[in-house]
């Protein structure tokens, strides 16, 4: 499990959040990203 967090709205936090998913997940493993911003949740945009 990774968190990635931060005080700041728009500092790039999804963005980060995204590519680490993509550069730990393989085709047979792939990996599972959540968003849990209960106020401005944005992942589901990507």
């Given at each position: ?9 728009g ?36």
């Amino acid at each position: 499990m990774l968190a990635i967090a931060g005080g700041k709205g728009g500092c790039g936090k999804t963005t980060i959040a995204l590519g680490v998913g993509q550069a730990l997940g393989t085709p047979t493993r792939p990996a599972l990203v959540v968003d849990t911003d209960r106020d401005m949740p944005n992942l589901h945009r990507r």
